[in-house]
């Protein structure tokens, strides 16, 4: 066994030898890892000059009487020269590095001559150029204490005597003075990088302000602004603008048969090909759910917009491919030219939409001009319009109402709140008078305030004086859901005014159930019925509304339209209100039937089973001083049929 000792005792020898190596070698990695990580805070790698760091490298030569000084950075491969004075040499390989000994001492390293010292006297920089003799240097630190480099004083001449303690004192002192101004342009850099993400941070923001996050197009708010901007500044253009409106063509269609990825990628690829087919004067914006907008800064002429409008036809009525499926998309597009220079963005889009109505009628994929047919239609629109504002203004918008009776036993159920516009004069005129506010977004949403306001004062007044109204119903529209808050500002007046919710009756119409934005509408509602606000679909019957809808929405009262009760007694109205009385009632819904104008009427849709309804047979919509005669009335069970007349017509959106 002995035999075998020495050569084992070697081995284990020459292993731990590896090991201890290869653990220094693991080390040193490790440490150049760290100093490249301290180094690299600074961003100071190749980068130019700076004075305040060559002034340091010249003092300390001059201090120290040397005719070379530098500010050495010690990397993993190199070491670079922040400041070198003296000489014009930039970087070194790290092998010819004496800064690279200076890091892993504590003070003032010191070669007196590098020409005999055992360890630089073959060096390549003492060989050869610059030939230094004498070396002298200080390591530099990060904030963290890491060795990163070194201020380093040279000579081609050897000096035996080093330096003096004056000397190697102040070259420790602008060691420290280096890292002050390392320090110093990092916190710089912190700032720098600091405002340059709040800059970042603005940019995106204003652009998530400005654009729609699907397509990256314009937003409304945006174009609006482009507008207001075009008009404040006409002298830059020799043409007036132009706005088109786009609308894809059964979009909804695409979204529900194929969902909504490929609905998403026909919005994203209509934005697309707009992008490619406009130039830099216009201006692309999505402004709805599948609309969109040009704005052209200028127009030369109606033929220059006609000719815009069907390149942008061509452009866009092309195939789409989704999932290997071939889609066919159309668009329509109505424009028109500003024609004065006060003319506001409403006015515009206004004679815009017109056009773009006027284009869907004609067919898929055409494209209309606003004209002077349209015109008559937008000057009459713009009379509504201002006579809205100013029955605003005055408190000339008030609510009448209509009771909802049931039919089995004469009693009142509830009323129906309807929109009524006084004249001036002290006449009373329908929502008919005023139909085109309630297709312009503000003015609907104000009008609707307004109604609110009235009931809720008027139910407030019946209560005090001990009248049972049993519930009132408001009619709304759906730009009263867009902004998302309908639903709170609502509960929150009911309970400034202490009525309880289950006293309100929310109408909504079919087109405002199913159409854009039918999302918010729908959270609105269920919003409100929670809170115990009764929601009631009307006109049923006259859209696209089904049962199915009806059963996805927390809808109570189901109304029938008044247009199947005025023609009872024909076999089609007759199966469609006993069809929607009997499911309907399966369902749990109350029926509602609008329109009774006769005894005929009431016979016939109680024999149907339908339990409620209101028309001028028993009252037409009157206001609110003649609660108290209906309740009256209610209670003995006789209503007093009346004629009809002008007050006893349909709700705000009629």
């Not at 003492?126 to 530099?140: K, L, M, N, Q, S």
């Not at 369902?587 to 001028?616: C, D, K, S, W």
Request: with cysteine.
């Amino acid at each position: 066994m002995d035999m075998f000792e020495p050569p084992f005792s070697q081995f284990a020898a020459g292993l731990a030898g590896r090991l201890r190596r290869r653990a220094q070698a693991i080390g040193a990695e490790a440490d150049t890892q760290e100093r490249m990580q301290a180094i690299a805070e600074y961003a100071i790698l190749d980068t130019a000059p700076e004075p305040a760091f060559d002034s340091l490298a010249q003092l300390a030569a001059e201090i120290c009487t040397t005719n070379m000084g530098a500010i050495s950075l010690v990397c993993d491969h190199r070491q670079w020269f922040k400041a070198a004075y003296g000489t014009s040499l930039r970087e070194t390989p790290i092998e010819q590095s004496i800064c690279a000994h200076v890091i892993a001492d504590t003070g003032v390293f010191v070669v007196t001559d590098a020409q005999n010292h055992p360890v630089f006297g073959s060096n390549e920089l003492v060989r050869g150029e610059p030939g230094v003799r004498f070396y002298a240097g200080v390591p530099i630190h990060s904030r963290d204490g890491v060795p990163i480099g070194a201020l380093c004083v040279v000579d081609t001449v050897a000096r035996p005597e080093g330096l003096t303690a004056v000397q190697a004192r102040a070259l420790t002192v602008l060691g420290q003075q280096v890292e002050t101004q390392l320090e110093l342009r990092r916190e710089i850099l912190v700032q720098e990088g600091r405002i340059e993400r709040e800059q970042r941070l603005s940019r995106k923001l204003e652009h998530s302000a400005n654009h729609d996050s699907l397509t990256g197009l314009a937003n409304r708010g945006h174009l609006i602004r482009e507008f207001e901007k075009r008009m404040s500044a006409p002298l830059g253009y020799r043409h007036p603008p132009a706005l088109l409106l786009i609308d894809v063509d059964n979009f909804k269609t695409i979204n529900d048969g194929f969902g909504h990825a490929a609905g998403d990628l026909v919005l994203i690829e209509v934005a697309n090909r707009l992008r490619e087919t406009l130039g830099e004067d216009a201006v692309a914006a999505r402004v709805g759910g599948d609309e969109f907008a040009i704005l052209l800064r200028q127009c030369a002429s109606p033929e220059a917009a006609v000719e815009i409008a069907g390149t942008l036809l061509h452009a866009v009525n092309l195939p789409f491919i989704h999932d290997g499926r071939t889609l066919d998309c159309r668009i329509g597009i109505g424009y028109a030219l500003a024609e004065a220079e006060d003319e506001t963005f409403a006015a515009l889009h206004r004679k815009a939409d017109l056009a773009l109505v006027s284009a869907k009628a004609a067919g898929r994929g055409c494209a209309r001009a606003f004209n002077a047919v349209l015109a008559c239609a937008y000057d009459r629109e713009r009379e509504m319009i201002e006579q809205a504002q100013d029955a605003l203004v005055d408190g000339r918008i008030v609510p009448f109402y209509q009771p909802k009776v049931e039919l089995g036993t004469g009693r009142l159920a509830g009323y129906e709140a309807l929109l009524r516009v006084l004249t001036r004069e002290g006449l009373v005129e329908l929502p008919a008078s005023i139909a085109a506010a309630f297709e312009d977004r503000e003015l609907a949403v104000a009008i609707t305030d307004c109604m609110v306001h009235c009931v809720l004062s008027d139910i407030a007044d019946a209560m005090a004086r001990g009248i049972d109204l049993g519930h009132v119903a408001i009619n709304t529209t759906s730009f009263d859901f867009a902004t998302g808050d309908f639903a709170d500002r609502l509960l929150a007046r009911l309970a400034l005014r202490g009525i309880p919710p289950a006293m309100i009756e929310v109408e909504v119409t079919e087109s405002v159930v199913l159409g854009r934005g039918r999302d918010h509408v729908r959270q609105a509602l269920v919003e409100l019925a929670e809170a115990g606000v009764r929601i009631s679909l009307d006109d049923f019957g006259t859209g696209y509304a089904s049962l199915t809808n009806v059963k996805q929405l927390p809808i109570t009262p189901l109304k029938i339209d008044r247009s199947f009760v005025f023609d009872l007694g024909s076999e089609t109205d007759d199966s469609i209100i006993l069809a929607i009385s009997t499911l309907g009632t399966r369902m749990g819904l109350a029926i509602v039937a609008e329109g009774i104008e006769t005894e005929r009427h009431m016979t016939m849709l109680r024999r149907f089973g339908v339990p409620y309804g209101q028309g001028n047979y028993f009252s037409p919509a009157v206001p609110s001083g003649q609660f108290a005669r209906l309740t009256e009335m209610s209670a003995s069970g006789r209503w007093a049929p009346a004629k009809p007349d002008s007050t006893g017509e349909k709700t705000q959106t009629a």
